[in-house]
């Protein structure tokens, strides 16, 4: 197949988004298929084997939004793909669903980001109008494709709940090879864990942006527990006001690759803090990493953690419970070593392979010369 993957969000930036269309080519192109990326400029000119076409775009809260003109059309007339792949679609993304549409290229969404949640967070005392404005527009925009993917089963029935049509069930995968808890006996990690936890402390950690809608601020209820040193790994607009409200953790900025895999490593507990999330990802990288780890009983991460097993879930209306979760495992290592290592085994049948496997079956399926179109 030929595959036209229209993303809100591609290199230079670095985000969820950005992260899973560059494990889709990579597996689409080990699995000898063609694709072009159309996201907002500037971006690379080439993705490996595949060609990236801009179109134009503006920043917006340090974020790259593309413009839905008219070089979109023109991008997929000259490209002539088998199917358009939507990834998280909202501005460029929905230009690429109605072009294709009126084309009649077959389409298949990605439903990622939260954006109702995310716009009501910057809304103060419009936040009701603002969420129900943008199910709206996400419901308009995803009744132009095919088919809706949806990253967690929390997600697949809110969706439904908005009258969003044709949604399914896609996961995420994880890299494996990278996030492994062999990293932990490398002397990068023994030398990193040294610097944070000179006293052999318990490393309870957060990686990810550093954003509102992450509420990282939840940190605050664990950064003085007895017995631990805390880690943030990231970068984002609400850092310093986060170095200011976390004075004693250990802020190391952004990681990727090797150097993300090996923070990872270094810590004890994973505590993820955002309760919109879609998904997720930070986690299984975590469990990959061999990690126990903690987060809200909302969204995503309820398709992820099995409570008791490869970590806790905590109630985020209750005032306390991210601390007395995390407070269950300071010090006690056999439960970290139980869960992490139950974690790790979860992990090993979600690669990317075999997801990108998945989503491929949902091209042909929308591609097939018998499936039926719906109506304009």
């Not at 299984?284 to 061999?290: L, P």
């Amino acid at each position: 197949m030929r595959v036209a993957i229209v993303t809100e969000s591609f290199l230079p930036s670095l985000n969820g988004v950005t992260t899973s269309v560059c494990r889709v080519l990579d597996h689409l192109a080990a699995r000898g298929h063609e694709a072009v990326v159309i996201c907002p400029g500037p971006a690379p000119e080439r993705y490996g084997q595949f060609r990236v076409r801009t179109v134009q775009g503006l920043t917006v809260r340090q974020f790259r939004i593309g413009l839905p003109t008219a070089d979109l059309e023109r991008i997929l007339r000259e490209e002539k793909p088998d199917v358009v792949h939507a990834a998280s679609p909202f501005g460029i993304g929905w230009r690429g669903l109605a072009v294709a549409r009126n084309l009649g290229i077959p389409t298949v969404a990605i439903y990622q980001t939260d954006m109702p949640s995310y716009l009501a967070q910057h809304a103060g005392p419009l936040a009701g109008r603002i969420t129900n404005v943008s199910w709206r527009w996400i419901r308009h925009l995803h009744s132009l494709a095919d088919i809706t993917l949806a990253p967690s089963s929390a997600t697949l029935r809110e969706l439904g709940a908005h009258g969003v049509p044709r949604a399914a069930l896609w996961s995420r995968g994880v890299d494996t090879e990278l996030y492994s808890p062999e990293l932990k006996q490398s002397d990068a990690v023994r030398a990193l864990r040294a610097c944070v936890a000179p006293n052999g402390e318990t490393i309870v950690g957060y990686v990810g942006r550093l954003a509102h809608e992450k509420q990282v601020h939840r940190l605050a209820e664990i950064a003085d527990l007895p017995g631990t040193a805390l880690v943030v790994v990231g970068d984002g607009p609400t850092r310093e006001k986060l170095e200011q409200l976390l004075p004693k953790a250990h802020f190391l900025g952004f990681r990727q690759g090797l150097p993300l895999a090996e923070a990872y490593a270094a810590l004890d507990v994973f505590v993820h803090t955002g309760c919109n999330e879609t998904f997720g990802q930070t986690l299984q990288e975590a469990m990959a990493a061999g990690l126990p780890v903690v987060a809200p009983a909302a969204g995503g991460p309820l398709d992820i953690v099995k409570p008791g097993v490869t970590g806790y879930l905590f109630d985020p209306n209750t005032p306390g419970a991210l601390r007395a979760t995390v407070a269950t495992l300071v010090d006690d290592a056999a439960t970290c070593e139980r869960m992490g290592a139950s974690g790790r085994r979860k992990m090993e049948v979600r690669s990317w392979g075999g997801v990108v496997d998945e989503l491929i079956g949902f091209y042909g399926a929308v591609v097939t010369p018998t499936y039926a179109r719906p109506a304009a």
